[in-house]
């Protein structure tokens, strides 16, 4: 159980395109999505925390009119780059977390959507 | 809020090495420890994790035990294997719903023939 999915896996765009990422929980209800972003060789940079029904939380540096987060139901959210440029290529990756005193309260991750923006 | 700093690397062995990659953190709270594993082009997956004091996780001959006195969550392995060669990240995470994670900077470990 607690199975993350990312779509697409990888996608390759043009400048000034918009591309969404979707952040699924397979088996389990997430009430709580992160999502982060490697650049090549470093660490995880967490962009946002979005919990169900309600607005992202950004962190500081992350513009949210850049990077769109829609977290619509408990086991989907997704991700949007507007406009996007070569500096936004990266991997992107989601996190999922499950309701408090059940065995998904932690997080699980998906396994990443690597951006190219041509 | 949290911190954690992660042994540096890279970390070259030879196959059949002892391998310690150290992480110490610093959390509010009691959080629950984590080593993930990023294999070349992939995404994270769950190595090992300790929920309380003294707890050893394990996986794949990888043990780290929860070391509340010294905030500590050291990763060993008997012996690698070439297969081993991979990125790991130290994680403590925050317990309930509250809190976000924060990960170490990533060891590169690669282990040779």
């Known amino acids: 159980g607690a199975v993350v999915s990312q779509h697409p896996s990888w996608v390759i765009c043009k400048s000034g395109t918009s591309v969404k990422i979707e952040c699924r929980s397979l088996?389990?209800?997430?009430?709580?999505m992160f999502w982060y972003r490697q650049f090549p060789k470093q660490s995880l940079m967490l962009m946002a925390t979005s919990n169900e029904g309600s607005k992202a939380t950004y962190e500081q540096g992350v513009e949210k009119d850049k990077f769109l987060i829609n977290h619509a139901s408990l086991t989907l959210s997704t991700l949007t780059v507007t406009s996007a440029h070569p500096e936004d290529s990266s991997f992107y990756i989601c996190?999922?977390?499950?309701?408090?005193?059940?065995?998904?309260?932690?997080?699980?991750f998906g396994p990443g959507t690597r951006l190219t923006v041509l | 809020g949290n911190s954690v700093t992660q042994m540096e690397g890279p970390v070259t062995l030879s196959e059949e090495a002892f391998l310690t990659i150290n992480c110490t953190y610093t959390a509010t709270g009691y959080p629950s420890l984590f080593w993930y594993v990023q294999y070349p082009g992939e995404g994270l997956q769950l190595l090992l994790k300790a929920t309380k004091a003294d707890d050893k996780g394990s996986n794949k001959g990888f043990e780290a035990t929860y070391r509340k006195e010294t905030t500590s969550f050291h990763l060993e392995k008997g012996s690698v294997q070439v297969s081993d060669s991979a990125v790991y990240f130290c994680?403590?995470?925050?317990?309930?719903?509250?809190?976000?994670?924060?990960f170490g900077d990533g060891t590169t470990l690669t282990v040779k023939p």
């Open positions: 994680a403590p995470h925050p317990r309930g719903n509250a809190g976000k994670s924060t």
């Open positions: 996190s999922a977390r499950g309701l408090a005193a059940t065995r998904y309260n932690e997080q699980f």
């Open positions: 088996d389990f209800q997430a009430t709580t």
